[in-house]
């Protein structure tokens, strides 16, 4: 069985994963670094699966959200993430050239001496992506990974527990473990996967889960790059279009439900014009979305955990005075739903 299929538990996800990543380690090392048309392979690998299971990709969000738009995560996580891979399969031989730079002191190259620089890839690279766009964030960095000529090991989030496997099966078809390699699990598993001397570290998710990762990679020295959540301000002018400045505002919000790092946290408009605003907020969702409750097109939170603290938002807003406007167009009643919907507000 393979260690994607294999779930590790924190007893031996480590022995298993560490096994993986040596392999890869080795391979890189015999092989070299790998040349433009092997890394181009890579990528034209990567978006076939992406095409091949475009279908199967949007159901299993949809699965994993409660409810999820089909044609929004075929925007987000499919079409989102063929075009870096696209863009680096274009570019990767220019970004391998060799760069020229001056000799200094000049007087050494009057003794024949040349200077420049040789890219060359890390090795292993490992990915922690979030359950918000599981695959547009497992596929985007791959652009960057496979053009540069690495190996990497995915760990995907447990909060999207189908999207994670059926990632683990579609890289499984396509790669050997060699090349990529996915681990599916919870907490105990990424905990794990943290401590493993990878050659560089990518985690997309929380500022509260980076913490422990940088951590757990500074016991190893491994590089790392954090890619983490933040507050978006939308800051409106006194000449400002406000209905179509609400629109776009909405239209970034409603996407995904606002669960996006760049999703519009807050506006500041100025003052006086808070109820216009408001309004034309609630005829562009209006325009958007008639309904809410069953509309398929209406994303749902992602589960109860999250569902709650953002009703524990709203509820300490309003205990402490503060006006809340929920834009409900078909003024439906959320208090009984088969999922965690909750209408812009």
Not at 13 to 33: C, F, S, T
Request: glycine share 8%; aromatic share 8%.
């Amino acid at each position: 069985m393979s260690t994607a299929e294999a779930r590790p538990t924190a007893g031996d996800a480590e022995i298993q994963m560490r096994k993986i990543l040596d392999r890869q380690k080795q391979a890189h090392i015999k092989d070299g670094p790998p040349s433009a048309e092997k890394r181009i392979d890579w990528l034209d690998r990567a978006i076939g699966l992406l095409v091949a299971h475009k279908d199967e990709i949007a159901d299993a969000l949809r699965e994993d959200f409660g409810n999820r738009s089909p044609h929004a995560s075929l925007f987000t996580d499919v079409s989102g993430s063929i075009g870096p891979l696209k863009h680096a399969k274009a570019h990767l031989k220019t970004w391998m050239k060799r760069e020229k730079r001056k000799v200094e002191p000049a007087l050494l190259g009057l003794f024949g001496a040349r200077a420049y620089i040789d890219y060359q890839p890390k090795g292993t690279i490992g990915v922690i992506s979030p359950w918000n766009f599981p695959f547009n964030l497992t596929f985007t960095p791959l652009a960057g990974i496979f053009a540069a000529g690495n190996r990497t090991m995915i760990k995907p989030s447990e909060f999207t527990p189908r999207s994670s496997e059926l990632m683990a099966r579609m890289f499984k078809s396509a790669y050997d473990e060699t090349e990529v390699a996915v681990f599916t699990g919870g907490p105990d598993v990424g905990a794990a996967f943290s401590k493993l001397p990878f050659d560089h570290l990518l985690l997309t998710g929380a500022t509260s889960i980076a913490y422990h990762v940088m951590r757990a990679a500074a016991e190893n020295l491994v590089p790392l790059t954090l890619e983490l959540g933040g507050k978006s301000p939308v800051i409106v002018g006194e000449g400002a279009d406000m209905a179509l400045t609400a629109k776009r505002v909405m239209m970034g919000k409603t996407l995904n439900a606002g669960q996006i790092c760049l999703a519009p946290d807050y506006v500041m408009v100025p003052k006086g014009k808070e109820q216009d605003f408001v309004a034309q907020a609630g005829s562009a969702v209006a325009t958007m979305f008639p309904t809410l409750k069953d509309n398929p097109d209406y994303t749902s939170v992602i589960n109860q955990r999250h569902y709650d603290r953002l009703m524990g938002y709203l509820d300490d807003a309003r205990s402490k005075g503060a006006e809340i406007v929920e834009l409900n167009p078909a003024k439906e009643n959320f208090s009984q739903q088969p999922f965690h919907k909750i209408p812009p507000t």
